[in-house]
C-alpha cells in the first residue's frame, strides 16, 4: 500500500472535524473521495500533507509514518497536494510558475518531469509559456495548479476539486490530464463534488458525510447503489 490513513481524527480549536476516518491508496491508483459541500475533504487531504496537524491517527506513506510531519517534508518524501483555490503565482510566467514546483536540491530523477516534458503534455500552457499567472483562465489556471505538482516527481497526488467552476469542455481536459498522469505511473487522491468526474476516472470510491467514511466500494458499487448516492450525494 503507497498511502495508508488509519482513524484519522483533526480537529479546529473544539470542533471535532475528521472523526476517524480510514483510507488507503495502492500505488498508481486513482481513488475517488466524495461527499457534499463541508463534510471535511478538503480537511482530509489538508491534515494529510500537514497543514493541518491531526490529533491522532496514522498516515503511513511508503512505510512511513508521516502524520505530523512539515509539510514541505512530506511534499520532498513525494506526495503533491493541488488546493482547491488554485495559487498561481499571478505575477510570474506559466514558465516561471513551472519551475517553482521544482524541487532543486533534490537529486535529478532519470524520467523525471521537465519544462518541456510538461508542455508536450499540456500543451495549452505551451502556447502561454511567457504569460503572467494573471492572464490564464481558470482551466489554464488548473492544469498550471496540476503542473506544478506535478514538477516535484510525486508519487502520489492530492487533488481538491479540480474540475470545480470549469465549463465542460474545460472538465475533459482535465479528465484527460488525470488519465495522462495515471498512466504516468502517479496514484490519485481525487477530491470531488461531480460524482460523474469521479466516476469516470476512479477505481475505487469513498463518500465521506460529517467527518466519517459512510460508503467505500468500486464505482461500479456505488453506481449499484441508489440509497447512498441519495442520502449523501445527489441534492
Ligand atoms: N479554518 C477553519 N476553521 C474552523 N472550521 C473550519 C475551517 N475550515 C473548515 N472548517 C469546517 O470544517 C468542516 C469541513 O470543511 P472542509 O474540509 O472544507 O469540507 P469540504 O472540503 O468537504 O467541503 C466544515 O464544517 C467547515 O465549516
Ligand atoms: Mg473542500
Known sequence: MLLKISDLNTFYEESHILQGISLEIDGGEIVSLLGRNGVGKTTTLKSIIGLLSPRSGDIIFKGQNICGMPSFEIANLGVAYVPEDRRIFPRLTVRENLLIGMKPWQKKQENGWTVEKIYKYFPALQERDGQKGAYLSGGEQQMLTIARGLMG???????????????????????????????????????????????????????????????????????????????????
Do not use: C, W
Open 153 to 235: 516527481n510525486p508519487e502520489v497526488m492530492l487533488l481538491d476539486e479540480p474540475t470545480e467552476g470549469l465549463a465542460p469542455k474545460i472538465v475533459e481536459t482535465v479528465e484527460q490530464i488525470i488519465r495522462d498522469i495515471h498512466n504516468h505511473g502517479v496514484a490519485i487522491l481525487l477530491v470531488e463534488q461531480n460524482m460523474r468526474v469521479a466516476l469516470r476516472l476512479a477505481s475505487r470510491v469513498y463518500v465521506m458525510s460529517k467527518g466519517n467514511i459512510v460508503f467505500q466500494g468500486t464505482g461500479q458499487e456505488l453506481k449499484e447503489n441508489p440509497e447512498i448516492r441519495q442520502k449523501y450525494l445527489e441534492v
